[in-house]
């Protein structure tokens, strides 16, 4: 079984963007559990955990190991139910919300959310950015984690046009 990344939708409500993906990953629960609600599984595809306190209220700092300047953002996890659900919600990236279900013996479904305040231009950013993290995180979970110093903008740049032109406004 291969790692299946659904293309990420979204809806708009005022100011406010909704971003929904599941994926479907080979690899058991507690696998990809370490991978995202972890300060050293976050790194190999999303972020180093600069804080990163494990609990509900707990203190949470990412840096994007892509990014530049402001690559740094600060928050809180505001779920947390350890092998299910963890849930950060920080400035600039609002409420991301990795939700896991156990699929047969060795699979998961992971449900990300990620809810913020933003226009179309930055919800596109963002699908195409969260999908492209996607693709780490499954490259990550089979033992191939980013090396940051090789990252470009190409396959993010090709993401942001495909869901420019397959979700119009």
């Not at 990953?25 to 190999?44: C, E, M, Q, S």
């Not at 930055?122 to 110093?149: E, I």
Request: hydrophobic fraction near 35%.
């Amino acid at each position: 079984m291969t790692a299946t990344i659904g293309q990420g939708t979204s809806r708009t409500d005022g100011s406010t963007q909704h971003l929904q993906y599941e994926l479907h990953l080979p690899h058991p629960v507690d696998k990809v559990w370490a991978a995202v609600a972890t300060p050293g599984g976050l790194p190999g595809w999303l972020a180093a955990a600069d804080v990163f306190e494990p609990r509900l209220g707990g203190a949470v700092t990412l840096r994007w190991l892509n990014g530049g300047e402001d690559a740094t953002h600060s928050g809180r996890v505001t779920a947390w139910d350890p092998g299910v659900v963890a849930e950060y919600t920080i400035d600039l990236h609002g409420r991301c919300r990795f939700h896991l279900e156990r699929v047969g013996a060795a699979g998961t479904t992971l449900r990300f959310t990620n809810e913020f305040e933003g226009d179309d231009a930055l919800r596109l950013d963002c699908l195409a950015g969260w999908h492209d993290h996607f693709g780490l995180l499954s490259d990550a979970l089979d033992g191939r984690p980013k090396d940051w110093s090789t990252w470009t903008t190409a396959r993010w740049q090709e993401l942001r046009d495909m869901y420019e032109t397959a979700t119009p406004r």
